[in-house]
Every structure is written in C-alpha cells, then in structure tokens.
C-alpha cells in the first residue's frame, strides 16, 4: 500500500527477534502445510497475496506498538514488525489445530477469507523480495533453528522451511549450556555483521530449541546531510522538565511532507537511495498519545496520497539508539496462547515429543547519521540545486519526542517502527 517517492541521512542496523522452546509431550497430527509449499523464487516478483498482506502486517505493526508503549511508557521504542511477523509465521509453519490458528489470526488474518496456503507463500514472496539483491541497500532478513541434537524434526518440515523462509537448522547440544549459547550468540555476531553482540545472556537447562530471526539494513541517504551543517550541542525537549544536548543535524532540501491536521502531526519523508525510505512524524506538543492510538495501515495510505514535495529546512538528530523487548508476556496478551501451554501442538515440527513455547525476546539497533554508515563514498554535488539563501521555507524541527518508521517500497513493507524520547539513550 505504500508506494512513496524520494529525500536524506543514513542508518544502519541490525535487529534479531529470538525465540526459546522447551521439552514437553504433545498430542497432534502434522498439519497439512504441503498446500503452501512453493519453489524459492529467484527475482522480486509480487503477487496479489503479498499486497493484501502489507495492511495486515501493517495493522499487526502499530497493534504490537502499542503494546509496547503499555509495557515500557515514555521510553524510546523500536522493533523491527515485518522479522516479527515472518518468525511468527514460520514457526506457525511448525504448528497445527488451534495453535496455529492462534499465531496466524495474531497476526491479523482472517483464516476465513485468505488460506493459511495462501498467507505462507505471500511470506515466501515477501521474503525472498527483501532478500533479493539490492545495489545500493543491504537488506537481509533470515532464520536460524537451532535443535537439542537429540530430537528428530521432520524432513518435510526442514524442506518446507528452508524453502519458504531460508531458515537454517542447526543441531545444538543443550545439554552444555554455556557451549549452546556461545555458539548461537556467535551466529546471531556472525550473521547481523558484529551489529548484535551476546544477544543471549541465560539459557535455560532443559532448553531444547532455539529459534532466531534476523535482519540487518544498511542504506545511502538519497540526499546526505553536511555534516559541517550539523550542531553539537543543540537541546532536545524529552519531557517538560528534562533537556538533553544533541547533535544536530541541518539542511534545505525539498522533501515530500504534510501537516496531518486529524492527527495532529507533521510528517517528513527521507528517501534512501534505493527501494527504501523513512518517515519521520513529529506530533504536536501533547500530541504523541492521539497519534500513537491512531496510527493504522490507512494512515499510511493517506499520508501516500497526500504527501507533496516542497522545500524545507529541516533539522534531525543524529542519534543511536536500542531496544531490548521480552515478548511472551505481549504475545499472550496478542492471543498466542497455545503456543505457550503445556497442549501447545508444534508436531508439524517434530515426531515424538514436541514443544511449547517458553520465550520470545526481541533487540534491535539503529544508528542515523548524515551521509550513512562504515564510510560510503557519497557524492557531493547535491548542493547544485540547493535554492538560493535569501529565500524562506517552512522549518520542521525534530527537537522533541517523534516517531520514525522505515519502509521498503517493493514489498510495502514497515521494516522497522518506533519512537525516539530520548535520543541520548543508545
């Protein structure tokens, strides 16, 4: 639903969403899931699925956001919906009868309208077109399913899964628990490039699986920042008593923005360079709460339909910052509750013995500067048509709380969503 168009800045980052299994007896057949089995595509090709996807997943974003800003009030929030969204539907993958009904209508689907065929290979399609190759972004987003050695999954299951959602299964001795958690945390290091550093911290005992999704997204500003524009020590509003100083970042450009008069909010697009972009949305002063509430897939439908590109002077902080969530506690409040009883079903997953669900956990990282990250080479003949200094536009200045959400067009996707209270706080 989202089909933006062009702007500046630079981030990189990397989140994992991880989730831990524990032994325990189960008692159901292995559901049908050779209905949604479809051939890994080679090419970012759409179909009709993955576009009434993105509203779900779109809706299931801000629905998860607000769960978040429950659990953990005026605090910086960020995630990553569509890593979650893929996990969970994978390890839906894995699940039958009312536990797999539970994961995928938390998700937002009705299972009586869209087949659970049909929503498996719209995530097949989804992410493979994240996958695909980009020239100037990179963007890759994967799983790692890692097994007490002595439990046997089934081999469609590890066939299904490695095809729909290019997951690697690793056999993991448990049993050793110091050994086990180094070589995960070693493969999370490994796969998000350093970004994501012992990302488990305990492990449990009588842990027998262990689930990781991943994704990593380094991009090019369409139009990088001067950073000889940028201004060390300028304030940032987090509350109304508490100021922090940070470094500002400053140019006049045009971008595509709006006021959202309903929401009470104004909107800034920066494009990356390549099939991506953010959205930065400052609410007015008392404003967050209203337009937390209200943010939906349709809002992001109007803003399309109503963002125009003008020139603006516009500051943004460069900033850091981190977000660490436990999402057991959220999910079951979500409706995905099977998944963590004792009568959890997983045997789509393994014979024999089976699983539930014992923990979710969720960290991502993000970093925006001027022109990107790891030194890319950027151009520097943007300021030839920079218009001419005597002239007067509209300033928008990110100086207190605002939400940022990062959007692949393709695919119309939320790749990341959250909200910045306090930029000091990496």
């Not at 980009?134 to 790692?144: S, Y």
């Amino acid at each position: 639903y989202i089909d933006y168009i062009p702007s500046k800045m630079s981030p990189s980052l990397c989140l994992v969403f991880l989730l831990l299994g524990l032994h325990v007896t189960i008692h159901c057949t292995s559901p049908n899931s050779s209905e949604g089995k479809v051939t890994t595509c080679h090419s970012p090709q759409q179909n009709v699925t993955l576009h009434k996807m993105s509203s779900n997943n779109a809706d299931f974003a801000f629905n998860l956001y607000r769960r978040f800003t429950m659990e953990t009030p005026n605090q910086n929030i960020f995630f990553s919906p569509v890593s979650i969204s893929a996990a969970l539907a994978m390890l839906s993958f894995g699940a039958c009868s009312n536990t797999q009904t539970q994961i995928l209508e938390s998700l937002g689907f009705n299972l009586t309208v869209i087949p659970i065929a049909e929503i498996q290979q719209g995530f097949q399609h989804l992410i493979c077109s994240l996958n695909f190759p980009k020239k100037e972004l990179e963007l890759h987003m994967g799983n790692a399913l890692f097994i007490e050695k002595q439990l046997k999954p089934l081999a469609k299951f590890l066939d299904d899964v490695k095809s729909l959602y290019e997951t690697e299964v690793l056999s993991t001795d448990f049993s050793d628990v110091s050994a086990a958690k180094q070589e995960i945390n070693s493969h999370v290091e490994k796969q998000t490039k350093g970004k994501v550093v012992g990302l488990i911290q305990n492990l449990k005992p009588n842990t027998i699986m262990v689930l990781v999704n991943y994704i990593c997204f380094k991009a090019q500003w369409a139009n990088p920042f001067d950073s000889s524009k940028t201004e060390e020590g300028s304030s940032f509003l987090v509350d109304k008593t508490t100021t922090v100083q940070v470094p500002m970042m400053h140019q006049t450009e045009q971008y595509y923005h709006l006021v959202d008069t309903e929401l009470n909010c104004t909107v800034v697009q920066m494009d990356y360079s390549e099939k991506s972009l953010a959205l930065f949305v400052l609410p007015k002063e008392g404003q967050m709460k209203w337009v937390e509430g209200s943010m939906s897939s349709k809002t992001l439908k109007k803003w399309n339909r109503l963002l125009q590109k003008g020139w603006v002077d516009l500051f943004v902080p460069k900033f850091s910052i981190s977000a660490t969530y436990d999402l057991g506690a959220i999910l079951l409040k979500m409706g995905i509750q099977d998944a963590f009883a004792d009568h959890a079903d997983f045997s789509g997953l393994a014979e024999g013995n089976g699983l539930k669900l014992s923990n979710a956990a969720h960290k991502s990282v993000l970093h925006i500067g001027e022109k990107g990250t790891e030194g890319v080479a950027v151009h520097e003949d943007r300021f030839l048509d920079q218009p001419e200094m005597t002239a007067v536009y509209p300033i928008i200045q990110f100086k207190r709380p605002f939400l940022l959400l990062i959007l692949e067009k393709s695919t119309r996707s939320i790749l990341f969503l959250g909200k910045v209270v306090d930029p000091t706080k990496a």
